[in-house]
Structures are given as structure tokens and as C-alpha cells.
């Protein structure tokens, strides 16, 4: 009866979900390496203590759990001993201790070439989640009056609308909190945040500093109005998601304001 073979499972290469798994990786790695340090070769020889072992075992098991059994850096690495060299009978005790000395910087160089290997997987991972869109508008925490309306219109590539729908949301949520219907785009904000009598302040207008801050405040709602606002009910500029996206955490500052101004009188 003919033997059957095992199959060989294909080789796997370890997919991350997030920079802190990665992380994680990085730092039981780098614990190895320390061991590896602290390793007395020597002694451990001469007294047959099992360090050596244990820090081998130790290594196995890490690369193991970090880039999974089917990976390419578990199947090169999963038979690393501490030992560089070729083996020979009848080696006295300073050829021993040389081949494992020489084993542990030879494994101490493996190990940080794993670790260099993972840092570059952040690096990657990291570039790919900073222009995700989906990761800017779930992490940035921006105002729900601008993300309401924007997100899904970015999400389906279409940003610059979103950047007008964005400021169109502003302009209404600034009527909503002064209770000034009869008046839209910059007038609306002049009257709204004016240095001498608004009817939404910033701060307290209690000296220069707090007015200064009321009238630059007030030029930036204008500008949002008459830059963004207004461009966009004639034609979407053109540009990178990311000057998009810029426009889009300017809106959600402005909105943050409104949301936190006092009012200062009844319209």
C-alpha cells in the first residue's frame, strides 16, 4: 500500500490588524533580545543550567505567536539554536562556549532584523491608515453637525461636495444657535460674531485679548462663508482628498465653536 505524504501547508504571511498589534510584536521581540544579553554563556555551560534552553524556547514561541506557524519567519527560524558553526566531536569547553557565544550575537541579529521587519510593517500600516478616509472622520472625533452631512459623500468619493455640504451645515447650525433666519453667508457671521455686540461670544470680551479673538473668530466664519460656502453653490474646486479633508476639520473647529459660545442677547 503506497504511502501518502503530507501536504505541505502554504506559507502564510502574518496580516496585522492594527499598529498596536505590531507594537506588541515589537516588544515581546525585543525582550528576547534582552535575554539573549543578559545570557551567560559561560557559565550556563559549565553549570548545565538550562538558561540556554529556556532563552531558545523562549525565542521559538515568540516568533511563533507573532507571524503565525505557516509564516516564512517561523518556518526559517523555528529550528534556531544557539550555535554558529559546524559541530564536531571531541570539542573542548572553549571551542563550545566560542560556537555559543558566536550562536547568541548570530540570534541577537535575527531577532532585530524581525524587528526592523515589523517596523517597517508599521510604517506601511501607518501610511495606508493615514489616508484612509474612513479612519480621519471615525478617530478625529469631528463635529457630528459636519460628519452628518459629509462623511458618506466622502466616503463615496465624491470630497469637495462634502466640503460644501459641510459649510452648508455650518451656516445652518449658526442660524440655529443665534436664531437669525433672515440673514445667511458672511452678513450672517458679522452680525452674529461682531466684536462690539454679538449675539454669540467666544469668551468673556472681558479685555483685548478676548475681543481680538471675537473679531479673528468672526473673519474666520466669514471666511468659511464667502471661501467655501459660496464657491461651492457655483462649482467644486479641484484638488487632493487630503486639502478636502483640511477644509472639512476647519468646519468641524468653526462648528465646535458655535456649539460652545454664549449667547449674548435675544435677536
Not at 506559507?11 to 545570557?39: C, H, N, P
Not at 519567519?73 to 572553549?94: C, T
Not at 469631528?142 to 452648508?168: C, T
Request: hydrophobic share 35%; net charge negative; glycine share 6%.
Amino acid at each position: 500500500m503506497a504511502i501518502k505524504r503530507s501536504e505541505i501547508p502554504p506559507v502564510e504571511i502574518k496580516q496585522f490588524q492594527s499598529v498596536d498589534e505590531i507594537d506588541r510584536g515589537i516588544a515581546r521581540l525585543e525582550r528576547r533580545v534582552t535575554e539573549l544579553e543578559e545570557l551567560n554563556i559561560i557559565d550556563t555551560y559549565r553549570k548545565n543550567s538550562g538558561a540556554k534552553e529556556v532563552v531558545t524556547s523562549n525565542i521559538h514561541e515568540t516568533i511563533l505567536e507573532v507571524f503565525g506557524p505557516n509564516s516564512p519567519e517561523y518556518q526559517e527560524h523555528k529550528h534556531l539554536r544557539l550555535w554558529a558553526g559546524q559541530a564536531s566531536f571531541n570539542m573542548n569547553e572553549a571551542e563550545c562556549i566560542k560556537h555559543e557565544q558566536g550562536g547568541r550575537i548570530q540570534t541577537i541579529g535575527i531577532i532585530r532584523g524581525l524587528i526592523a521587519r515589523l517596523k517597517e510593517k508599521r510604517e506601511e500600516f501607518e501610511a495606508d491608515e493615514g489616508l484612509s478616509p474612513t479612519s480621519y472622520f471615525d478617530q478625529m472625533k469631528l463635529h457630528h453637525r459636519i460628519v452628518d452631512v459629509s462623511r458618506e459623500l466622502f466616503m463615496n468619493s465624491h470630497p469637495w461636495e462634502a466640503v460644501f455640504a459641510g459649510s452648508k451645515a455650518l451656516i445652518n447650525y449658526v442660524k440655529e444657535r443665534s436664531g437669525i433666519h433672515n440673514l445667511d453667508g458672511a452678513d450672517l457671521m458679522r452680525q452674529v460674531f461682531s466684536r462690539k455686540n454679538p449675539i454669540l461670544a467666544l469668551n468673556d470680551l472681558s479685555d483685548q485679548t478676548d475681543l481680538d479673538e471675537q473679531e479673528g473668530m468672526m473673519h474666520l466664519f466669514e471666511g468659511a462663508a464667502l471661501g467655501i460656502r459660496n464657491p461651492g453653490a457655483h462649482s467644486f474646486p479641484k484638488g487632493p482628498e487630503q486639502r478636502a479633508i483640511e477644509y472639512i476639520s476647519l468646519l468641524s473647529l468653526l462648528a465646535y465653536r458655535v456649539q460652545e459660545a454664549k449667547p449674548r442677547k435675544s435677536p
